[in-house]
């Protein structure tokens, strides 16, 4: 089973892929606060697959409700924190209270985001 700790390092690896460019290429900010508009949901609640959650068309919905808004970069901590789904992890007991359950399956973030396309 995955571990709040997987699930973070998952994301960093993604983020890290999708910030990454070729040389030559023009760079694309795809955080938080760039005009890229970010959403996440745990993957036990969402039906499909990786291919139809990367189609443009897609439209998110979670389990009966729509997805959470995202705050990239961070964690699903962060971000739920964000939300006001949990209180601030750094006090008190609040992390110690967290539903460690929520955080047994990885989650996915999902954005749509132009690409230019060029000629050859």
Same mark, same amino acid.
């Given at each position: 089973?995955?571990?709040?700790?997987?699930?973070?390092?998952?994301?960093?690896?993604?983020?890290?892929?999708?910030?990454?460019?070729?040389?030559?290429?023009?760079?694309?900010?795809?955080? *938080?606060?760039?005009?890229? *508009?970010?959403?996440?949901?745990?993957?036990?609640?969402?039906?499909?697959?990786?291919?139809?959650?990367?189609?443009?068309?897609?439209?998110?919905?979670?389990?009966?409700?729509?997805?959470?808004?995202?705050?990239?970069?961070?964690?699903?901590?962060?971000?739920?924190?964000?939300?006001?789904?949990?209180?601030?992890? &750094?006090?008190? &007991?609040?992390?110690?209270?967290?539903?460690?359950?929520? &955080? *047994?399956?990885?989650?996915?973030?999902?954005?749509? &985001?132009?690409?230019?396309?060029?000629?050859?």
């Amino acid at each position: 089973p995955y571990t709040m700790i997987s699930t973070m390092l998952i994301f960093v690896c993604c983020l890290a892929a999708l910030l990454g460019t070729a040389a030559g290429t023009s760079t694309i900010m795809l955080t *938080t606060g760039s005009g890229t *508009t970010w959403e996440m949901e745990n993957s036990k609640h969402v039906h499909a697959g990786g291919a139809e959650l990367s189609e443009p068309g897609y439209r998110p919905h979670g389990h009966g409700h729509p997805w959470q808004k995202a705050i990239v970069p961070s964690t699903v901590v962060g971000s739920l924190v964000a939300n006001g789904y949990y209180q601030n992890p &750094f006090y008190s &007991f609040n992390l110690q209270n967290m539903d460690k359950s929520y &955080f *047994t399956e990885p989650w996915w973030f999902r954005s749509v &985001f132009p690409i230019a396309t060029t000629s050859t």
